[in-house]
């Protein structure tokens, strides 16, 4: 069905577009596309061949018209971009300018440059625009179709031919119909309905956009372009070409004040665009933005699920990859492309359920390609297009009601047609030397850049070399461009989890993004090395140089990623961290991570030196002098203080090691005798004082009888003195019935409400013991009150099970009681 003019009964729009748009006796040829559709695409290569036109003028950034010549280059293989970016007001943003084979800017320019026309970019290279800060965060599109779409003219479009998006209604009127109508009537329509939406805004929500400020740029090239030129080409969104029109905006712009959208019973949000001629915008008013600094434009990868409407890509149309089985059949010059891509995509789908051992026959797919027929008939098309094979595959394929359970095969066809494909660009003079250092490594390393997919590489770190070497570069790259590569499994170095381990399992995915932040990165060096380096340096030098542990986590990410020299650098850094630290929970960790780094020297390739053992005796002797400030400490700290005085007593007992225990013992000593040490802390202490030999064992019973038998508040506090005596001796509760025997006294002995405030941090404090132990220690209780271990695990009665027998025995007690029986 072709779209009509009953939205321009006066037939002004009819009449613009015949004399201004596609006059062919005119100097200037206007031809409305909307972007990447193949479509639009079609033509365009037809209005080239029958206009012949001198110059051919795209919307696009301008400070790209230099590399055209790179994107229509033989060994350019869409899908490709280009990355503009620039700072303005200090904060840096980018827009990605998509070109697919099938886009009409990209079949111009290679059409264009096979005749050897003149071409050029229009457009500005960035937006003025209203932003939130969220926004400012995301890339956008310099082809943003938002306001094309969101329309209130195509909103009640879709309401009159029953489609359920704009883009179903886009392929229903122009895309399967386009190949069958003349190039000048699918110009006109396209014209008119991208005009009657933009009459939908008003000029303040325009300007807000900043579509008014491209236009008006766009119109000087185009005046400019015109003086040198006699026969002009511009192809730009079809939402800006009346715009673009010169005369109509200084000399009509009254002319289609009269023109709104059809009434209906309730108001349309926005009031219906008119051309003020004191509000329109002119090349006067333009002005350059000297708030915009290092504006720059690559030629990068793109890809097909980047390229997608429905992954957030804010122009073009949905279904990558179906428009471009499309866009091949019609350059076959195929009468039906359209039932031709929906028949390979079926044939795909069934073949991919039967591998997958999905309950799928062959009169399945013969059903479902029936009713892409029949519902193009229903819907009145020439063609089934994209939604009517959505359709027929959720009816065929789907066995029973539609859940998630049974949509793999409408997943796996939304995989298909969206597709998976990376472009590639041809090699040129502005290649940016670390992205070509990313990929001959990636070459070098055998990684798949080639689809977007996700992959994985297993490593064996300690057998293999080179897998060793591409664990170190994965962390290069990790430091650099984090979305690139993730760790699935291996050694966590950050958790010190899964030490053990030698194999380490990545993931990785490549897409123009990874690429857009590699031209980021560019600023730190040509090599994916050099880069690394140039940013740990950076780190460092932003690091206050009292910070060690910050000092020490940049030490071992340099090693992670293989940096040998500077690792030797920063060995000098951290030991002046660490003489100017005074915090000691900073100064423990520190010490824990050296520590690690001398047990795992050979995973983290580390040449014998003897300056690792240095800096750990030095932290170990730092973290000590700061123990006597542990008497004043935040509550959330203690488990902390905790867990780092547990690592100074596990070094200070080491065999082999020769660190200053002395001082550790008078300092422990110091703390004990501190009224005011908290009571997690005094347990901590006093257990490893013990363990050092400076105490009895008697001592942890005797402190923890202090608090058991105390005053109510020290009765409270049992739970935290217990808390740090098992988070470093277990075995004070394990092999010795006088702590048990008291803990069960205190048990005994406290009231309701304050057994039952203190019992989460008794749980806390007994998930110190494994299940082995918890057992034993069950056994223990058992045999101290003469009870079996099953009784214990017998689950108490219920509480109000309980109350109603004793309210029961005690009626009976009365009742007997009146009758005098006893």
């Known amino acids: 069905m072709n779209p009509d003019w009953s939205m321009d009964p006066s037939g002004d729009l009819r009449q613009i577009f015949e004399e201004d748009v596609m006059n062919f006796k005119k100097g200037i040829v206007y031809f409305p596309v909307r972007h990447h559709s193949p479509a639009c695409s079609y033509h365009v290569k037809n209005v080239i061949e029958s206009y012949k036109p ?13 590399l055209i010549d790179i994107l229509a280059d033989q060994a350019t293989e869409p899908p490709v971009s280009l990355y503009c970016t620039y700072e303005q007001d200090g904060e ?74 704009f883009h179903e209604l886009w392929e229903k009127l122009f895309e399967i119909p386009g190949t069958a109508s003349t190039t000048t009537v699918f110009a006109r329509n396209v014209f008119t309905y991208c005009t009657l939406s933009r009459l939908c805004y008003t000029d303040h929500e325009l300007a807000l956009s900043g579509d008014v400020e491209r236009e008006v740029h ?139 051992n999905e309950a799928v026959s062959t009169s399945d797919a013969i059903e479902a390609y029936r009713m892409i027929q029949g519902l193009a008939d229903l819907r009145g098309k020439r063609e089934g297009g994209v939604f009517e094979l959505l359709d027929a595959s959720l009816s065929s394929f789907v066995k029973g009601e539609h859940t998630l359970a049974s949509d793999e095969p409408l997943e796996q066809l939304a995989r298909m047609l969206t597709g998976d494909k990376i472009g590639s660009v041809a090699p040129n003079r502005l290649s940016i030397p670390i992205v070509e250092d990313f990929k001959k490594h990636s070459m070098v390393f055998k990684l798949n850049l080639k689809v977007t997919a996700k992959h994985q590489k297993t ?53 123009s993004r990874i690429e857009a932040r590699w031209i980021e990165c560019s600023i730190y060096g040509g090599t994916v090395q050099e880069a690394a380096v140039r940013k740990i340096e950076q780190a460092a030098a932003e690091i206050p140089e009292h910070h060690s542990e910050k000092m020490v986590e940049l030490l071992l990410q340099a090693c992670l990623m293989g940096l040998e020299d500077m690792v030797h650098r920063l060995f000098d850094g951290v030991k002046a961290a660490l003489l100017l630290d005074g915090s000691f929970l900073s100064l423990c960790r520190t010490l824990n991570v050296l520590n690690r780094m001398q047990q795992h020297t050979r995973l983290l390739g580390l040449s014998p030196d003897i300056r690792l053992p240095e800096l750990i005796h030095e932290a170990f002797d730092q973290a000590v002098r700061q123990m006597l400030q542990l008497g004043h400490t935040h509550p959330d700290e203690h488990a902390l203080i905790t867990q780092s005085l547990k690592l100074l007593f596990m070094l200070s007992t080491a065999s082999g090691e020769r660190y200053d225990r002395e001082t550790f013992r008078l300092h422990l000593d110091e703390l004990l005798a501190d009224n005011g040490l908290p009571a997690q802390l005094e347990g901590s202490c006093t257990a490893i004082s013990v363990g050092l030999g400076n105490r009895s064992k008697e001592e942890i019973v005797l402190r923890a009888k202090g608090y058991m038998r105390g005053t109510p508040e020290k009765m409270r506090k049992t739970a935290s003195y217990l808390h740090g005596v098992f988070a470093v001796a277990r075995d004070a509760l394990l092999y010795d019935d006088t702590l048990l025997m008291e803990l069960n006294h205190l048990i005994a002995e406290l009231p309701y409400e304050d057994f039952i405030s203190m019992v989460p941090e008794l749980r806390l404090a007994f998930t110190y013991f494994s299940p082995m132990e918890a057992d034993l220690v069950a056994e223990r209780v058992a045999k101290m009150l003469e009870t079996d271990v099953e009784e214990l695990d017998r689950p108490p009665v219920d509480e109000q099970l309980l109350q109603s027998a004793r309210s029961m025995d005690q009626a009976l007690r009365e009742e007997f009681a009146k009758w005098s029986l006893t």
């Open 54 to 66: 001198e110059i051919i003028l795209i919307e696009g950034p301008e400070s790209a018209t230099p």
């Open 92 to 165: 840096r943003s980018a827009y990605y300018y998509p070109l697919l084979s099938y886009s009409p800017e990209y079949a111009a320019l290679k059409l264009g440059t096979e005749r050897q026309i003149p071409i050029r970019f229009i457009d500005l290279d960035f937006r003025h625009q209203n932003r939130t800060e969220e926004e400012r965060q995301v890339e956008a599109s310099l082809q943003d179709e938002t306001l094309l779409a969101g329309s209130e003219f195509m909103k009640r479009l879709c309401d009159t031919f029953h489609c359920r998006s």
């Open 218 to 356: 766009m119109r000087m090239q185009i005046a400019g372009a015109s003086r040198d030129y006699k026969r002009v080409l511009v192809i730009t969104g079809g939402f800006h070409t009346y715009a673009l029109l010169q005369r109509h905006i200084e000399g009509n712009a009254e002319t289609l004040s009269h023109l709104s959208l059809p009434k209906k019973s309730t108001a349309a949000p926005h009031q219906p665009f008119t051309l003020q001629k004191e509000n329109v915008m002119t090349e006067k008013t333009v002005v350059s933005d000297p708030a915009v600094t290092d504006h720059q434009v690559y030629p990068m990868v793109y890809t097909f699920a980047e390229a997608d409407r429905l992954n957030g890509y804010a122009s073009g149309m949905p279904y990558v990859n179906y428009y471009q089985m499309v866009w091949n059949e019609m350059q076959k010059h195929s009468t039906h492309p359209f039932h031709r891509a929906g028949l390979s995509f079926l044939a795909q789908l069934t073949r991919h359920l039967r591998n997958r």
């Open 459 to 511: 490593l064996d770190l300690y057998a293999k070399p080179q897998h060793r070497r591409l664990s170190q570069w994965f962390h290069c790259v990790s430091f650099l461009v984090p979305n690139f590569a993730v760790r699935q499994s291996g050694p966590d170095w950050v958790a010190f989890k899964d030490m053990s381990l030698v194999r380490e399992t990545w993931s990785y995915s490549y897409s």
